[in-house]
């Protein structure tokens, strides 16, 4: 009985020294999310058309994780079960969502946070953190390699997270034009226009009456030299870029904010065409929808993704920041694109 005790209190050891270090190497955690859906338009539920877009489904997305929260971009996987999000205090999220039987966005659950890791393999801090843009380097494609940016220490850094989470990335040189950006208003979208492309833009103007500055920086780069190509951006004042995304036809969706004590909080998406895209351009697009908060279930807009559906449709996912206020929510929204 002894020896049988002893080697059930050894197995027991082994187990829990092996839990312990599995424990140890994850750097993520479980989040209870819980969500509630919520109409485009609160006073008119059953109306669903925004400009060009349909509605799909929107959710208010909360959860008793103190790291959640801050969500500036986001992207979708290929049939649209989860999520992969970054916080402007440099955490990951994953989230898996659930549809009704008519395809609309229903419900939002089992997600993991996990701290970003800078190229010492640490968790950054302050403005080390301020991830904004994500994008991924094959699309649909959550657990492959991906492309981030921050802002205030600009930069873009490229993390492959086939083995988790805690991956520690590799730097993607940029080009110094954005030197002359604001201090957090600076480096703000990006998007893998093509596998050698990198597109990325400011969130703001330089100076009054400037166009926004944007560029198509080599991908991945050898880590030193940056190859620029400059572009820029018609501005829609008020309105500044929040995120973009690859569209279906060659093009992107850029997803754009605006906010006053006068005006209050708006979004606009607008469609850029590929034959618009190309060194020396400014890009001006169409604008598929413009949303207020004064009429519209949105919050202060930061990210879009794009995925396809089963029978061709083109999905628009957009996920607000709640800057970590009590005032604000963290939203999800579905559209999709009707011509």
Same mark, same amino acid.
């Given at each position: 009985?002894?020896?049988?005790?002893?080697?059930?209190?050894?197995?027991?050891?082994?187990?829990?020294v092996?839990?312990?270090?599995?424990?140890?190497?994850?750097?993520?955690?479980?989040?209870d999310?819980?969500?509630?859906?919520?109409?485009?338009?609160?006073?008119?539920? +059953?109306?669903?058309? $925004?400009? %060009? @877009?349909?509605?799909? =489904?929107?959710?208010?997305?909360?959860?008793?994780?103190? /790291?959640? *929260?801050?969500?500036?971009?986001?992207?979708?996987?290929?049939?649209?079960?989860?999520?992969?999000?970054?916080?402007?205090?440099?955490?990951?999220?994953?989230?898996?969502?659930?549809?009704?039987?008519?395809?609309?966005?229903?419900?939002?659950? +089992?997600?993991?946070? $996990?701290? %970003? @890791?800078?190229?010492? =393999?640490?968790?950054?801090?302050?403005?080390?953190?301020? /991830?904004? *843009?994500?994008?991924?380097?094959?699309?649909?494609?959550?657990?492959?390699?991906?492309?981030?940016?921050?802002?205030?220490?600009?930069?873009v850094?490229?993390?492959?997270l086939?083995?988790?989470?805690?991956?520690?990335?590799?730097?993607?040189?940029?080009?110094?034009?954005?030197?002359? @950006?604001?201090?957090?208003?600076?480096?703000?979208?990006?998007?893998?226009?093509?596998?050698?492309?990198?597109?990325?833009?400011?969130?703001?103007?330089?100076?009054?009456?400037?166009?926004?500055?944007?560029a198509?920086?080599?991908?991945?780069?050898?880590?030193?030299?940056?190859?620029?190509?400059?572009?820029?951006?018609?501005?829609?004042?008020?309105?500044?870029?929040?995120?973009?995304?690859?569209?279906?036809?060659?093009?992107?969706?850029?997803?754009?904010?605006?906010?006053?004590?006068?005006?209050?909080?708006?979004?606009e998406i607008?469609?850029?065409?590929?034959?618009?895209?190309?060194?020396?351009?400014?890009?001006?697009?169409?604008?598929?929808?413009?949303?207020?908060?004064?009429?519209?279930?949105?919050?202060?807009?930061?990210?879009?993704?794009?995925?396809?559906?089963?029978?061709g449709?083109?999905?628009?996912?957009?996920?607000?920041?709640?800057?970590?206020?009590?005032?604000?929510?963290?939203?999800?929204?579905?559209?999709?694109?009707?011509?």
């Open positions: 009985m002894k020896r049988r005790a002893l080697h059930f209190l050894a197995a027991g050891l082994a187990l829990a092996g839990a312990f270090a599995f424990i140890a190497e994850s750097s993520g955690e479980p989040a999310i819980q969500s509630t859906r919520i109409p485009l338009y609160p006073t008119h539920a +059953s109306e669903k058309r $925004a400009g %060009m @877009l349909i509605y799909r =489904g929107g959710l208010e997305l909360r959860s008793g994780n103190r /790291a959640f *929260g801050g969500w500036s971009d986001l992207a979708v996987n290929a049939d649209g079960s989860e999520i992969l999000s970054i916080s402007d205090e440099a955490h990951w999220l994953r989230a898996h969502l659930t549809y009704d039987a008519n395809g609309d966005l229903a419900g939002a659950n +089992s997600g993991e946070i $996990a701290p %970003m @890791l800078n190229m010492g =393999g640490r968790a950054m801090r302050g403005k080390e953190g301020d /991830a904004e *843009g994500l994008t991924l380097e094959h699309p649909g494609d959550l657990y492959g390699t991906v492309a981030v940016s921050f802002e205030r220490d600009v930069r850094w490229r993390y492959d086939s083995h988790g989470l805690d991956a520690q990335p590799t730097n993607v040189p940029i080009g110094h034009w954005v030197d002359a @950006l604001h201090d957090n208003r600076q480096l703000e979208a990006i998007t893998l226009w093509k596998p050698d492309t990198l597109l990325a833009f400011a969130e703001t103007k330089v100076n009054d009456g400037d166009d926004l500055l944007g198509m920086e080599s991908y991945p780069g050898d880590g030193k030299m940056p190859v620029t190509r400059m572009l820029s951006v018609v501005p829609h004042d008020p309105f500044a870029i929040t995120s973009a995304a690859n569209a279906p036809d060659g093009g992107i969706y850029m997803l754009e904010r605006r906010f006053s004590f006068l005006g209050g909080l708006g979004m607008r469609h850029i065409a590929p034959d618009e895209i190309r060194e020396g351009a400014r890009l001006n697009g169409e604008v598929l929808a413009e949303l207020s908060l004064q009429d519209a279930n949105i919050d202060n807009m930061e990210g879009i993704a794009v995925r396809r559906g089963p029978a449709e083109i999905f628009l996912y957009i996920i607000s920041d709640d800057n970590y206020s009590p005032l604000q929510r963290t939203l999800l929204l579905m559209f999709e694109v009707k011509n």
